[in-house]
Each structure stands twice: as C-alpha cells, then as structure tokens.
C-alpha cells in the first residue's frame, strides 16, 4: 500500500472511518423495529413489509456505480460529506411520509437514506481494506464490524422502544373500533416516527459538515498482479474487470451474505410475534442478533491474522450459518428465536473475509471491484421479501388445509427459514475453491 502519511498515522482515519460505520450501522439496523410498525400503520402482508428491507437495499444497485465516479470526482470527504447529507434529506421524508401514512412515501424516505449510505459504503469499505496490509484487512474490518454493529444494536433497541412500545394494545383495540377510530389510532401510531428522525437529520447534517475536517489521507491498491517487461516498465497483465472470476463469485457471495445476515436482523422481531410472542418481548430481539455479531467481530480482532486466517474464518462462519439453520427449523418458541440470533455470530466473519478475498490482486480495478461488491449488498433487498413470501404461502396452504390461524404463522414462518440453507452453501463453495479461481497459485 501507498499513503501520503505515514503508518503510524493509521489510527486517526480508522477512528472516522468507524465513526462512518457507527453512522450506517445504526440507520440499517432500524428495520428491524420498523418492519412490523410498518405493518400495522399500513395493513400490510409478511411479503409487503418486508419491502423495507427491499427500498433500503436495493439503492446499492441503483447507486453502486455513480458512487464510484462521484469518490473519484470529489475524494473521500467530499464524496462522505455528500453521502450525510443525502441521507438526512431521506430522514426528512419521513415527516410527510408520517402524515399522509402511505407506505410509498416511507419506503422512498428509506431508499434515499440508502443512497447516501451506498456513497459511505463505496468509500469506506476498500478504504478501509487497502489501509493497511492485505493480510490483516479483515481485522480491520472486523474493528469497523463492532462499531457497525453496536450502532445497530442501540438503534433498534432505541427505535424497538419507540415504535414498538405498545402496539400489542394497538392491535387489539384495531379489531374493536369502528373506521374513523382506527384511522385515528394508525396515525397517532404513524406520527411518532416523526420527532426521531427529525433529530437523525439534524444530526446527519452536523456531520457532514464535520467530515471535510476530517484528516483523511490518500491510500492506492497494490498492483500484485503484474510482469516486467525488457525495458524495466512494469505493467498489468489483465486489461478488464471480467478477467478476474474469483472477484464475481465474491459478488455473488456477498450478495446470498447480506441476505441471510438481513434475515437473521430484520426477521427476528416479526419471527418472534409470529410464534405468539408480545411485541413487548419482541422488541429487543435484533440487539441479540447484532450482539452475537460484535462477539464474532471481537474474536476476529483477535484471531486474525494471528491464530486465525481469513479464509479459515470464512468456511468457519458458513459451516456455523448451516448448522443454526438447522437449528432453527428443528426447534420452536424461545430455543429458535436464539438460533435466529446466533446467526449474527455465524455471520460476524463472513463480510470481513470477503472484501480482501475478492479484492486480492485487483490493482488498478479496485475501485470499480468495490462498487460491484456494494452493488452485492442488493441481496439485502431480494432474499428477505422472498422469505415473507414463502411465509405468506406456507401460511395460506396450511390455513387452507385446516390449521388455525396462529399455529399456521407459526409454522410457516419457522419453516421458510430454509432459505439460508443454500445461501451459506455457497458461502462454504467460495471459502473452500471459489476465492481461488483465476488467480496464480
């Protein structure tokens, strides 16, 4: 690695870098708590509530790429201080989004939050890669994990507290009152998103402004793959994106990884009230998923390099996501909660160890590799919904056949859990052979 200071001058951009984690940590893991408010304010099925999760992550696809260019136009604080701004703006659609309560509106709040993180995201994950040697990149990652994750932690239990707080009762009264009354409720439920993140923008907005002071310095990839010619001039040999494929597994990789780890935080709460437990006792269930999360993240600091390679905590990781998996559809009440939340242990590792994997010996593409493997983060978007699909289905086909209601919802969204199955497989596949192919031995 190049840089215009010095090593010893590392430990200030990785504080703000954390700092960007800390920020995007927090406003991703809030769906957990918003999925089922958004549910009950708007009357929605498994499958439609779980579009929150769709319109957060579906903006890194959208914006993977124009990010890429807008780092390389205005560097790395401009392109951050950008990146804040945009996802304060997504913070203040929420107001009008509150008063109307249309889903629509929310959801295009949260995909223009998105945005702003895509920006953050592009930046900062190979930043934080390539600031050090590649051999420790997941160490690194890991430092940036635990902040990431103990934001999530505080937002979903701050946010579990503020819109979840109650709704047990909502509902009830929902099924008494007649039209007028429960429009009434719903937006009295609806309005107290209102405030919170009145105080996110405001927030956000500092920061942006804080960022351009922010001693940020310049870091380039090496160039590993390469060949000296005759005359001392040394060069590349690859000439294209599409000629490294352990770099497109990554990104299919990364893409089924996001998912199961958005499953494993987003699903829990529903997941929960689905097997009769009270919105009450639900609400602090993603900070289990994200706490088990930063206890694999603190072993990674420890571990990697040192005791630990990353390719060793890689296969670890989607060997550990099978077997709570299994854990999961072969057990009921509380027990499968926790194997839900166990799932952020197994997951801890998984992000940390694919980014330099798949960036290894990308040289002068780095850049671009790192907008597709954020443009991976989409699998956030699509597998989630599916698994409220197949809990609508399984639910409708077990009604269908006579079950009640509440053990129906409770089955269904049990079994559907069998969707991570081949999502770590493949996982398992590109730790084992999948990382290795095309590059030299």
Not at 79 to 100: D, K, Q, R
Not at 141 to 170: Q, R, V, Y
Not at 320 to 332: N, Y
Request: with cysteine.
């Amino acid at each position: 690695m190049t840089t215009t200071s010095q090593k010893s001058n590392s430990l200030v951009p990785m504080m703000v870098i954390a700092g960007l984690f800390f920020i995007f940590g927090f406003v991703t893991w809030i769906n957990g708590a918003l999925i089922p408010f958004m549910k009950t304010i708007n009357e929605l099925t498994d499958a439609q509530s779980y579009l929150v999760a769709s319109a957060s992550y579906i903006s890194f696809v959208a914006m993977a790429l124009p990010s890429s260019y807008i780092i390389n136009k205005l560097g790395y604080k401009k392109g951050m201080s950008l990146g804040l701004i945009i996802m304060a703006i997504g913070a203040l659609v929420f107001i009008p989004a509150a008063e109307a309560r249309t889903y629509w509106v929310f959801l295009a709040g949260i995909f223009i939050q998105g945005l702003g993180m895509t920006i953050l995201q592009t930046a900062s994950n190979p930043y934080i890669t390539i600031l050090g040697p590649i051999e420790s990149a997941a160490k690194r990652i890991s430092i940036m994990g635990i902040a990431n994750k103990s934001a999530g932690a505080l937002g979903s239990f701050i946010f579990g507290a503020l819109l979840l707080s109650g709704i047990d009762e909502i509902q009830e009264k929902l099924a008494l009152v007649d039209d007028a009354q429960k429009n009434a409720l719903l937006q009295e439920m609806a309005n107290s998103v209102v405030l919170p993140y009145i105080v996110m923008a405001v927030v956000l907005f500092v920061l942006a402004l804080l960022i351009n002071k922010a001693p940020l310095p310049n870091v380039e990839a090496d160039e590993i793959e390469e060949t000296e010619s005759e005359t001392g001039v040394v060069r590349t040999k690859k000439t294209s994106i599409f000629q490294f494929p352990h770099l497109w597994l990554g990104v299919l990789t990364l893409f089924l990884y996001v998912g199961v780890e958005v499953i494993a935080g987003d699903t829990i709460i529903s997941y929960g009230i689905s097997l009769g437990m009270t919105g009450e006792e639900a609400k602090g269930f993603t900070f289990m998923t994200l706490m088990a999360m930063v206890g694999g993240y603190i072993l990674g600091v420890i571990l990697i390099p040192k005791y630990l390679n990353q390719t060793t905590a890689l296969k670890i990781s989607a060997i550990l996501g099978i077997v709570f998996g299994i854990g999961i559809i072969s057990t009921t009440g509380f027990t499968s909660v926790l194997f839900v939340a166990a799932l952020g242990f197994a997951n801890a590792l998984v992000w940390p160890a694919i980014w330099p994997l798949a960036l290894k010996g990308l040289g002068k593409f780095t850049e671009t590799a790192s907008a597709l493997l954020v443009m991976a983060i989409s699998g956030g978007a699509i597998i989630p919904p599916l698994y409220g699909y197949l809990v609508d289905q399984g639910k409708a086909e077990l009604i269908q056949s006579g079950v009640e209601q509440s053990v129906a919802t409770a089955e269904a969204a049990t079994s559907s859990y069998w969707i991570l199955f081949p999502c770590y497989a493949f996982i398992l596949f590109y730790a084992l052979y999948g990382h290795k192919v095309g590059l030299k031995k």
